[in-house]
């Protein structure tokens, strides 16, 4: 059985738990845990071409751009919920923003979908707290209010083939999973 919980940091801060909202909806609706501003990604990306470049051959490699990432800190802006998400074997959490959030405010998830893994849950170094990697398509800065409703996440069972080898152990948190043997 899946349990939604306050991480730590959250515990005494009044947020709504994930929750749906009418007999036959699939997700639960998620909120912000605080206020976070999603920058233009219009504006990011002309700060970007005024900082660095184009290369001659008009690409940059997978590496190139990870490490322009990290030198810049132009990014998907990290929406954070306050939740963590305890979940049975064979189901993931999957992450996406409610059906009405592009529409009306030009906000879409970076990903497109995120997935929660039950492995997440309480991991060492961010103890399985569940983010929105958010990224704001209009001309103008959006602010993202504690307790707005931005994300929604749905419980689905999932498959692995019969020549799976599995066996690792998850050693790390969001977007930095390794795996030990």
Same mark, same amino acid.
């Given at each position: 059985?899946? +349990?939604?919980? +306050?991480?730590? +940091?959250?515990?005494?801060?009044?947020?709504?738990?994930?929750?749906?909202?009418? !007999? $036959?909806?699939?997700?639960?609706?998620?909120?912000?845990?605080?206020?976070?501003?999603?920058?233009?990604?219009?504006?990011?990306?002309?700060?970007?071409?005024?900082?660095?470049?184009?290369?001659?051959?008009?690409?940059?490699?997978?590496?190139?751009?990870?490490?322009?990432?990290?030198?810049?800190?132009?990014?998907?802006?990290?929406?954070?919920?306050?939740?963590?998400?305890?979940?049975?074997?064979?189901?993931?959490?999957?992450?996406?923003?409610?059906?009405?959030?592009?529409?009306?405010?030009?906000?879409?998830? !970076?990903?497109?979908?995120?997935?929660?893994?039950?492995?997440?849950?309480?991991?060492?170094?961010?103890?399985?707290?569940?983010?929105?990697?958010?990224?704001?398509?209009?001309?103008?800065?959006?602010?993202?209010?504690?307790?707005?409703?931005?994300?929604?996440?749905?419980?689905?069972?999932?498959?692995?083939?019969?020549?799976?080898? $599995?066996?690792?152990?998850?050693?790390?948190?969001?977007?930095?999973?390794?795996?030990?043997?």
């Amino acid at each position: 059985m899946a +349990k939604f919980e +306050k991480v730590t +940091k959250y515990a005494d801060v009044d947020i709504a738990m994930p929750a749906i909202k009418t !007999a $036959h909806s699939a997700g639960y609706d998620m909120v912000a845990a605080e206020d976070t501003i999603i920058p233009s990604w219009l504006a990011m990306n002309k700060n970007i071409a005024e900082s660095f470049p184009v290369p001659e051959d008009s690409y940059i490699d997978l590496n190139t751009m990870a490490q322009l990432t990290k030198t810049s800190g132009f990014r998907p802006t990290l929406v954070s919920t306050g939740m963590k998400c305890k979940l049975a074997p064979g189901t993931y959490l999957e992450l996406s923003v409610r059906s009405s959030t592009p529409l009306k405010y030009w906000v879409m998830l !970076a990903n497109g979908v995120g997935i929660i893994d039950a492995d997440y849950y309480n991991n060492e170094s961010n103890e399985g707290e569940i983010f929105l990697q958010m990224v704001n398509f209009s001309p103008f800065n959006i602010m993202i209010k504690k307790g707005e409703a931005i994300g929604q996440g749905i419980i689905k069972p999932y498959l692995t083939t019969d020549n799976d080898n $599995h066996g690792g152990k998850r050693n790390g948190g969001f977007g930095s999973t390794t795996i030990t043997e």
